[in-house]
């Protein structure tokens, strides 16, 4: 049977047909034509939360690599480029959040002292010469975006 809830439709005209619908018409349900085993519905809904897993990761991932190149001049640049693809890196962020810190410090020796200092695992003198190197050469390097981008004020109408 058709209820026609689409020919010339406006709010009130739908309204009333689809409550008539749904109270005057008994459709049946939608029944699958096998019974699915337990098992297989669980396996589906674990691959459907990893995947909800993956793309959460692939957000927060490019959403981090959004800001880094705002923040940090250099990044992801090929050669000499602070690239952010080991824990190092991310453990040097996490102590260095924000290019200005690293200007403000300016010193090789000083940086190289605070990352040794903070004992990270696997980073020895070598490693942490190394990272302090490629942090220095990030910030030395400032892009056209590199201005305070959480403080950008915009033009208002006067």
């Known amino acids: 049977m058709t209820t026609g809830?689409?020919?010339?439709?406006?709010?009130?005209?739908?309204?009333?047909?689809?409550?008539?619908t749904e109270f005057m018409e008994h459709q049946?349900?939608?029944l699958l034509a096998y019974k699915q085993d337990p098992i297989y519905r669980e396996l589906t809904d674990m691959?459907?939360?990893?995947?909800?897993?993956?793309?959460?990761?692939?957000?927060?991932?490019?959403?981090?690599?959004?800001?880094?190149?705002?923040?940090?001049?250099?990044?992801?640049?090929?050669?000499?480029?602070?690239?952010?693809?080991t824990k190092l890196s991310w453990e040097l962020l996490v102590l260095?959040?924000?290019?200005?810190i690293v200007r403000e410090i300016g010193d090789l020796n000083e940086l190289e002292n605070q990352i040794l200092a903070a004992h990270f695992?696997?980073?020895?003198?070598?490693?942490?010469?190394?990272?302090?190197?490629?942090?220095?050469?990030?910030?030395?390097t400032p892009s056209n975006d590199s201005r305070n981008w959480w403080q950008y004020s915009y033009p208002t109408n006067q």
Not at 51 to 63: G, S, T, V, Y
Not at 121 to 139: E, F, I, M, N, Y
Request: proline share 4%; hydrophobic share 30%.
């Open 28 to 30: 049946k349900p939608y």
């Open 5 to 20: 809830s689409r020919l010339r439709k406006n709010d009130k005209r739908d309204a009333r047909r689809l409550a008539v």
């Open 47 to 85: 691959n459907r939360y990893y995947d909800q897993l993956n793309e959460d990761k692939k957000r927060a991932r490019n959403r981090a690599h959004r800001v880094l190149q705002l923040v940090f001049a250099s990044f992801g640049a090929s050669k000499g480029g602070f690239d952010f693809d």
């Open 96 to 100: 260095f959040p924000h290019a200005n």
């Open 121 to 140: 695992q696997g980073v020895g003198p070598k490693r942490a010469h190394d990272g302090t190197r490629k942090v220095l050469t990030s910030v030395q």
